[in-house]
């Protein structure tokens, strides 16, 4: 049973990911990536005072 809802997520986010090519290149994108580059949120050094 879990495998059947794991396999439905896998089959909707692939889904979200298609519609997503169609609205927006990937080489757009990665320019909005690289452009955040300096804007890191920190998530290493918060997991590491957290443990």
Do not use: C, H, P, Y
């Not at 990665?30 to 590491?48: M, P, T």
Request: proline residues 0%.
């Amino acid at each position: 049973m879990s495998a059947d809802i794991l396999n439905r997520i896998v089959e909707v986010k692939w889904d979200e990911i298609a519609a997503a090519k169609l609205k927006r290149s990937l080489t757009s994108q990665r320019e909005e990536a690289e452009g955040r580059k300096g804007q890191q949120r920190g998530f290493e050094r918060a997991l590491r005072t957290k443990v």
